[in-house]
Every structure is written in structure tokens, then in C-alpha cells.
């Protein structure tokens, strides 16, 4: 079974930066595509970036562009880096892996991914 287990999610200030992890439970993380989802209270879920599954290249959303880095390891784990945060930023952001390799994997639409975790808050104070 398949799990997905965000971490590192808290409470800063405008400006600040936090790194959030994605724990994957699957045994070929090298063949899933890596996303990063927001959904902030009464909007819509929001793309934020998204990662080949072999780490060689990265798509992200232009309102994070500069701001924000996806990253992947070899121990099974995703991150987002986030840095110069706003208040606008606050969400709940939850990852998800997609079946496939190559930059072809890369999405920025919710349905194309196969697996999601359960999330974590990052709150922006101004």
C-alpha cells in the first residue's frame, strides 16, 4: 500500500522560509513523478511544482517561480523548499506521486496523479 506523508509544515512570518518533506512509502519512488498541491481556505486546489521522477527536471507554478524549489532523494522523500513566504501562501500543501518516467509525467492537474497524502498547514502571518 502506498502512503504519502507530509512534514514540516508551521506557522512563520512573512518573509521566513520552511522546507517541507514527503515521505513515500513506495518501493519504485524512481519511477513516480512528485508533486506539490496547495488549497488554501474557500479556494480551489492550487499547483505548486512538480519533479521528473528521475530528479532532472522540475516544472513549477509562476506564482512560486523563484521562491520555491521541488527536490527528491534516493531515500523515498520529496521536497518543496520555500523561501520569502506571503501571506498568500498559506495552505494546506499535500504531495503526490504520479506512475511514470521522463518530463512527459510532469502535471500540474490533480487527476493525473495516482497516489496523495494527507497534507500540512503552512501558515504565513503578516
Known amino acids: 500500500q502506498v502512503q504519502l506523508v507530509e512534514s514540516g509544515g508551521g506557522l512563520v512570518q512573512t518573509g521566513a522560509s520552511l522546507r517541507l518533506s514527503c515521505a513515500a512509502s513506495?518501493?519504485?519512488?524512481?519511477?513516480?513523478?512528485m508533486g506539490w498541491f496547495r488549497q488554501a481556505p474557500g479556494k480551489e486546489r492550487e499547483f505548486v511544482a512538480s519533479?521528473?521522477?528521475?530528479?532532472?527536471?522540475a516544472v513549477s507554478a509562476d506564482s512560486v517561480t523563484g521562491r520555491f524549489t521541488i527536490s527528491r532523494d534516493a531515500n523515498n522523500t520529496a521536497y518543496l523548499q520555500m523561501s520569502s513566504l506571503k501571506p498568500e501562501d498559506t495552505a494546506v500543501y499535500s504531495c503526490?506521486?504520479?506512475?511514470?518516467?521522463?518530463?512527459?509525467?510532469?502535471?500540474?492537474?490533480?487527476?493525473?496523479?495516482?497516489?496523495w497524502g494527507q497534507g500540512t498547514q503552512v501558515t504565513v502571518s503578516s
Open positions: 503526490a506521486a504520479r506512475l511514470g518516467r521522463g518530463s512527459y509525467y510532469l502535471s500540474d492537474n490533480f487527476y493525473d496523479y495516482d497516489y
Open positions: 513506495i518501493r519504485t519512488f524512481n519511477s513516480y513523478a
Open positions: 519533479i521528473a521522477a528521475s530528479g532532472d527536471t
